[in-house]
């Protein structure tokens, strides 16, 4: 029999969190959705607990209580008091890190030491953008001639916050991903209606209570769980919302700038992404071995970032595949809570399925499987890590984003710079990269040509705080992260005095 979380023990603070009601966060309040859904273990199969979902009228009820505390309250409050809050926030979070890390594996799947990482950054990111706060400011720039020409005069610039920010936050990493457009929001000074994922919506609700905890004035955090084209569309379409930020598929990325054009709200998209992964012949490979296997395989491929198309030069192909294959094979699938687990499940059966059409639709183009290709014969929706060599540019394999543990892998003979980047940036896609090499001058070279906002030098996925991310082309519209991940919550007003 099936044992809930594959017999492994929760904390006690989160056993709690589960048999609690999980409703809508609007104005301070815990309320009733209009309906209900129930959300599962991905590595079980079994359920978790049911949660209140809203539609367009709750958004709206959410959205006017964001917009009531964004005139009163939170815009009126000075920015020491802000920062402050904020750093407050950051102490509960992390007084309650446990919890908020049980809730990502056993709603996500994902492992122990991917959620402890995740939780443990998400409380370094509010209190480094709690930091910018009193470091927002403005500049002094020479007055218009007109004016200068008759009389003294000052031209500065005030950086004001966009207002009401709707923020839509997927299921891949679920507490990060509402941080990262949470905590830059609120630093700026604006209000925020979340909408989580309907396969992932525990530990938003779990952040929702942190903030009540922390004495954030009622209405400026508000978060409304509910199905993506209801409650998600209402959000993108709701003319109180000055601005949008997307986290998803670049299909729903299309339908929130279409669902934007009402009143014209600025739009943030981080889309999906396919990226390259560069392996030149002078690569060492007992770092590049690891490092690409979990360019892949890091959160089950289910990550925006992943390197998922390999450009292994023939003079390291063999050893390099034959690394990766050992690798692939060494990893532990498991349940998440099982420290030991390297490789949790997908997140829900239909995304398997969908996974495992692509590995049959691999084979059927002729690429070789030389790792995985299969379920595990158990409970929970595990699908082995998945490589397949001789591949080449018009494979689906290698153009679609298949949000799972499969890596394509396309054999180079050339090494000519140029040539190589032509075949990574063969995409519409543009999120990621990396480039294997102990020669400083291709890699550099090589981060040059590759078409991302992000390359990694003998690592892939470097992200951090500081450090701006977003995409080239298809994979997205502006920068999280960092300074410019707090300048995409910050209008820009010029002032001139005559004096
Ligand atoms: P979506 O892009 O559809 O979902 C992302 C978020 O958008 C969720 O909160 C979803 O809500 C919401 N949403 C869905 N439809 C709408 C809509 N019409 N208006 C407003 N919001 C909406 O991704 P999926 O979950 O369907 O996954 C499909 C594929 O997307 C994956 O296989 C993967 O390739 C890609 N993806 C990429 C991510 C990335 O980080 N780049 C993250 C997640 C997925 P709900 O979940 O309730 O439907």
Redesign the pocket.
């Known amino acids: 029999m099936i044992q809930p979380f594959d017999g492994h023990a929760i904390a006690p603070e989160t056993a709690a969190f589960l048999a609690r009601p999980h409703r809508l966060l609007i104005n301070g309040a815990w309320v009733d959705g209009a309906g209900e859904m129930e959300t599962r273990d991905p590595a079980t199969g079994l359920v978790l607990a049911q949660f209140h979902t809203g539609g367009a009228a709750e958004v709206d009820r959410a959205v006017k209580a964001a917009r009531a505390a964004f005139e009163g309250p939170w815009g009126r409050m000075t920015v020491a008091d802000r920062t402050a809050m904020l750093h407050k926030l950051a102490r509960v979070m992390d007084a309650h890190a446990t919890l908020l890390t049980e809730l990502d594996i056993i709603d996500n799947g994902m492992p122990h030491f991917i959620a402890g990482l995740t939780t443990a950054n998400c409380v370094e990111m509010v209190d480094y953008y709690a930091g910018a706060v009193m470091r927002i400011a403005g500049t002094t720039i020479a007055p218009p001639r007109h004016i200068a020409a008759e009389t003294e005069a000052l031209t500065y610039t005030l950086r004001e916050p966009i207002g009401v920010a709707g923020q839509?936050?997927?299921?891949?990493?679920p507490l990060s991903?509402a941080i990262l457009k949470l905590a830059p929001a609120l630093a700026a000074g604006c209000t925020v209606v979340v909408?989580?994922?309907?396969?992932?919506p525990l530990s938003a609700l779990a952040l929702g209570q942190i903030v009540l905890d922390a004495g954030l004035p009622a209405g400026v955090v508000n978060i409304i769980?509910?199905?993506?084209?209801?409650?998600?569309?209402?959000?993108?379409e709701h003319p109180g919302v000055d601005k949008i930020s997307?986290?998803?598929?670049?299909?729903?990325?299309r339908?929130?700038v279409q669902?934007a054009l009402g009143n014209l709200k600025k739009v943030s998209l981080?889309?999906?992404?396919k990226s390259p992964v560069v392996v030149m012949p002078d690569a060492d490979l007992s770092l590049a071995i690891p490092g690409v296997a979990m360019a892949t395989f890091f959160l089950q491929g289910?990550?925006?970032?992943a390197g998922t198309r390999i450009f292994a030069h023939a003079a390291i192909h063999d050893e390099l595949v034959e690394g990766l294959a050992a690798f692939a094979c060494s990893m532990t699938l498991g349940h998440g809570l099982d420290f030991a687990t390297t490789q949790g499940p997908l997140?829900s059966a239909a995304?398997t399925e969908?996974?495992m059409g692509y590995i049959e639709r691999a084979k059927a183009d002729g690429a070789t499987l030389v790792a995985g290709g299969e379920r595990l014969d158990r409970a929970g929706n595990f699908v082995k890590p998945t490589i397949f060599t001789g591949c080449d540019n018009a494979m689906p394999l290698m153009r679609?984003?298949?949000?799972?543990p499969v890596m394509a892998v396309q054999r180079i003979e050339t090494d000519d710079l140029d040539a190589i980047a032509a075949l990574a940036n063969d995409t519409p896609f543009g999120?990621s990269g990396s480039v294997w090499t102990r020669d400083l001058s291709t890699a550099h070279r090589m981060a040059k040509r590759i078409r991302s906002g992000h390359v990694s030098i003998n690592c892939h996925g470097a992200v951090g705080t500081n450090i701006p991310f977003g995409g080239y082309g298809q994979?997205?519209w502006g920068r999280e992260f960092g300074q410019e991940g707090l300048d995409a919550y910050l209008e820009t007003k010029a002032v001139t005095a005559r004096l």
């Open positions: 839509i936050v997927p299921w891949n990493v991903t909408k989580p994922s309907e396969e992932t769980n509910g199905v993506g084209a209801q409650a998600g569309q209402a959000l993108a997307f986290t998803g598929s670049t299909a729903t990325g339908r929130i669902a981080e889309l999906g992404g289910q990550n925006c970032m997140i995304h969908k996974v679609e984003e298949i949000f799972g999120l994979s997205g």
